[in-house]
């Protein structure tokens, strides 16, 4: 299939800093793609280049077959962006906002309406209130819609769901769904792993690198080894003994367990940790083997980052 | 253009849904003006002078209460000269009139009559308008009383209050005598030379903030980045900021003329459309300096900063408002070009004060409009399209 967006190693510094290291991908069209990492990885440096607000250091990138160096008004007149901060004007109301984002690209509301229907739907009882006092969910809504209203070839969300309520954040996804659906590739970044599930492909971002880019079932499907659970009431105690335990990768908590992630599943492994924990802890405690989730995954890949 | 139109909307939307800061631009140049245009004086309204008549006749009694009679000065009589010296060491009286004691015979008798000025020059500005006024009080005593006289006029000047006479009667020469004649403003009221140059500030000040503030809040909120990917280019987002603060102006512009021809009476012998228009292209070129400024300051408060203190001092000092460019040094003088304050307050004194044809001033005009396009030019070059 023909790619929509190609991006090859790209690179950018600040300083001794480097931002953006040798980042390669494509994203083609009715897909979305996220980008998942944690602050500082370089998240939104590339989405500041795929924009055109930045050139990289080296490498190039195209959207549509538009180089985002050369053809910049070209590409700044086509596509969607949504900054991660709100950045709407907050002495303008929910409609004059929407007006001027589709105005200034020679569009109107009522020519693309049906674009932003399924989003604009809970905000047309707020048309006439200020942006500026609207809920955080509501002021992500609107941008989403300032984004759209211009029927753009792709949309580029840097962490639209940050600082966003559980679910406003559900609805939001549920939206981007129904976007995609309708023929606009997004680009999204967010620093949540429970997010990672909901687009079709995800790439894993940390240090400036793609350590890997694929579908989220993909990934977890391939996580190497096995992942144990152990609930106690005993955590700390319990955490100190499993970590003077041979052969084993890591021991994190996770929520009200530990988990323990295995290099591989083998009886006297398992064995090991239950006599020990049999030994030491005074109340009882529960050894069960779960399925990795993506933030596992995500876990797992970092660690292999900072061996190598 | 329709792109334009659009953003023009929203500018003007932004300024009618801040009614305080509105009120802010229209207030502040009105108190500015008042405030100014009644400390900013250096005509004497009333100085004290010391006159020591040795005559005691019935015109130097007359030529006394002449002097009396006008505002500008409060008379003590002094009954000797060092009485009268005494008290110009003090710095009770900045002059000291002299009458002598055959000072009518000598008139009448078509000879020069004795009258000695000794003014305080330590304050030079005050000692030559006290000079200029008292000349003037004199000469008009003189040319209704004797009509067929020369002037009888000795000027001392003395420095630091010390009335040392160097030559006691250093007499005018009575073969030519020089009478000025001031024209353009022949009462010498300052407010025709502090008026023009204060429009000028006050406007300079008021149309740079609105720009430079209005455009590093679109920087602050993050709308910036949001107008940056879209078809608006450059150009129209200058013109965009420009056009409805330009609106503003007008209005500011309205306010300060009415305050300066009601309030402080100047006169306008010109042409008022032209008036106009000029006011409109320097609040055009104090416009687009705002914007200069804001395409290089990051935050609405450092944009405040430069357009308040950092365009108060150069409008203040080197439009000519306030000191003569002519006294500057030539260093000095070659910057003082680059001032748009400095071509504005010229036409303004054209227009308003001499009523000069447009031929007088049309290069200042011409110099203007250079000015405000290389202001636009630079802004565009330093307008920022992409991070870093």
Known sequence: ?308 | MKNLMVFVRKEMLHILRDPKSLLIMILLPLVEILLFGFVLRFEINSANIAVYDMAKQTKSIQLVQRLEGGKRFQVIVANSMPEAEAMLLSGEVKAILTIGADFDQKAVAKMESPLQLLLDASDPNLASTLNTYLSATINDFWTENYPQNHLPIITELSQNGDPTPTSPSRHLATSLTIEPMLYYNPLLKSVYATIPGLISVVLMLICALMTSISLTREKETGTMNVLLISPLNPLQIIIGKLLPYLLVSMLNVAIILTLAFTVFGMPLAGSFTMLILVSLLYCLCALALGFLISTKAKTQQLAMMVSLAGLMLPTTLLSGMIYPIQNMPTWLQNITLAIPARWYVSILKHIMIKGSPIAAYGMDIFVLIFITGIIIALSLKSFKIRFR
């Open chain 1, 1 to 308: 299939m023909q790619s929509f967006i190609s991006a090859k190693n790209l690179s950018k510094s600040y300083g001794d800093t480097l931002a953006l290291d040798d980042v390669s991908f494509q994203v083609y069209p009715n897909e979305i793609v996220g980008f998942i990492g944690p602050d500082g990885s370089g998240k939104s440096t590339l989405f500041q280049i795929l924009t055109t607000l930045l050139i990289p250091d080296s490498g190039s990138a195209t959207i549509a077959g538009f180089d985002t160096g050369r053809d910049f008004p070209k590409i700044r007149s086509s596509i969607g962006y949504m900054p991660g901060r709100f950045s709407l004007y907050p002495d303008l109301s929910v409609e004059e906002n929407l007006r001027f984002f589709a105005n200034i690209f020679g569009s109107s509301i009522e020519e693309n309406y049906e674009m932003i229907k399924g989003v604009y739907t809970l905000l047309a009882p707020f048309a006439k209130r200020k942006a500026g006092a609207l809920s955080g969910g509501m002021k992500q809504k609107l941008a989403l819609c300032c984004a759209l209203i211009h029927k753009p070839l792709v949309l580029f969300l840097d962490e639209p769901t940050t600082g966003v309520d559980a679910v406003s954040r559900t609805e939001f996804w549920d939206n981007l769904v129904q976007i995609r659906d309708g023929g606009i590739p997004i680009v999204v970044s967010t620093p949540y792993m429970d997010e990672a599930t909901r687009c079709d492909r995800v790439a894993m971002i940390y240090g400036g690198k793609i350590m890997q880019m694929d579908t989220p079932e993909y990934i977890i499907a391939n996580y190497q080894g096995s992942l144990l659970a152990i609930r106690t009431q005993e955590r700390y105690l319990a955490k100190q003994l499993l970590s003077q335990i041979k052969g084993i990768d890591s021991v994190f908590t996770f929520g009200d367990a530990i988990h323990i992630s295995l290099p591989e599943r083998t009886e006297p492994i398992i064995d090991e940790i239950d006599a020990v924990l049999q030994r030491e802890l005074s109340s009882t405690y529960s050894i069960t083997e779960i399925l990795p989730n993506f933030e596992d995954c995500f876990l797992q890949f970092m660690r292999q980052k900072s061996h190598e």
